[in-house]
């Protein structure tokens, strides 16, 4: 099956700066706000965001792992922190690819169930095949691909990059 290179490391580089900015613009009035990452590849997405948000505001931002079922969506959702720590705040939740919006829906209905400040996602590349009614406030790219078309994203050290299969 052959692959197409959709982002390579520099640009992948340039959007986390530039949705770290963004973020940044919409939370600017805040002390500290959650960055919320699904895991896997949503989370790794997540830090690389953080990081570089720390690196240009005075922010205190708190890192948490969303776990969900991609298999199984309605299952109970769960964070590495809790429910206390992030109750009250601005909370950004990322994923790295936005496909059919099942696993990001599912997330943000588990973070409604606790009084925030401003709610807001982030997703690296945006397929536009959605089957639900959610959207990306922050994304890198948006990419309309056929539906037998796969998007990939690899985190590797120094090697991060997205391909359509």
Do not use: W
């Not at 922190?81 to 601005?90: A, L, P, S, V």
């Not at 209905?109 to 990306?136: E, G, Q």
Request: charged share 20%; net charge neutral; with cysteine.
């Amino acid at each position: 099956m052959s692959q197409n290179i959709i982002l390579k490391q520099i640009e992948i580089e340039h959007i986390i700066k530039r949705i770290a900015f963004q973020i940044y613009e919409t939370f600017v009035d805040e002390q500290s706000i959650v960055i919320a990452g699904i895991s896997a590849n949503g989370f790794v997405f997540a830090k690389k965001i953080a990081e570089s948000l720390t690196s240009i505001s005075a922010i205190q931002v708190e890192l948490c792992e969303v776990f969900i079922d991609k298999i199984n969506p309605t299952l109970p959702v769960t964070t590495s922190i809790d429910k206390k720590e992030y109750q009250n705040k601005g909370l950004v939740l990322v994923d790295d690819v936005l496909n059919s919006g099942t696993t990001l829906v599912y997330g943000v209905r588990h973070f409604l169930d606790v009084p925030l400040k401003k709610f807001k996602t982030a997703v690296l590349i945006d397929r536009n095949h959605k089957k639900y009614p959610v959207k990306a406030d922050f994304k890198g790219i948006s990419l309309s691909t056929s539906l037998l078309e796969h998007v990939n994203v690899v985190f590797e050290n120094n090697n991060d990059h997205a391909f359509l299969s």
